[in-house]
């Protein structure tokens, strides 16, 4: 099974996240690819949130985005006042070839409950949005100075859910 792994990372945790997941994936014997979006411009603390809030597009230097190839598409983000960020969006709108895929989705940050539950609603409407449905696997885990301090337990789940035949 080929698997895709695309994400963006402001401060590296959404990166360590990916990394992790990869592992666990290949463990299972699955051919992974990680794909880091990448932001034209670093956007400012309150550019991004602002961005993030009104769930604009917000540009990237690398936009070929071909989903062909991968039978498995696992989207990250970090959660921004319980909203993906930007680069996310504009990913989804980019991406070719992903209508028809398995799309799961994962989060990072240190946002409440309440506001991992935006986010996963927010993502999730997004990628309809776009055409994409996502399956019900969504994976949350949070971090403090880049250490991952909660969602441990919910990595092997995640993965065997991405991986069931549907």
Not at 39 to 48: D, N, T, V
Not at 56 to 80: C, H, Q, R
Not at 125 to 142: M, Q, V
Request: overall charge positive; glycine content about 8%; charged content about 30%.
């Amino acid at each position: 099974m080929k698997i895709g792994i695309v994400y963006y990372s402001r401060t590296g945790n959404t990166r360590q996240a990916a990394e992790i997941l990869q592992e666990k994936f290949k463990e299972k014997k699955a051919d992974v690819a990680l794909i880091e979006i990448e932001h034209e411009k670093r956007p400012g603390f309150f550019s991004a949130g602002k961005a993030s809030s009104k769930q604009l597009e917000l540009p990237i230097k690398n936009t070929d985005f071909n989903m062909g190839k991968y039978d498995v598409i696992i989207a990250g983000s970090p959660t921004w006042a319980g909203k993906p960020s930007p680069f996310i969006t504009t990913f989804m709108k980019k991406a070719e070839n992903i209508q028809g895929k398995k799309v799961a989705v994962f989060g990072t940050g240190m946002s409440p409950i309440d506001k991992r539950d935006q986010f996963k609603e927010i993502i999730k409407n997004n990628f309809e949005k776009a055409g994409i449905k996502t399956i019900d696997a969504f994976l949350t885990l949070n971090y403090r100075n880049g250490h991952l301090q909660d969602g441990q337990q919910n990595i092997d789940a995640f993965v065997n859910n991405c991986l069931e035949k549907r």
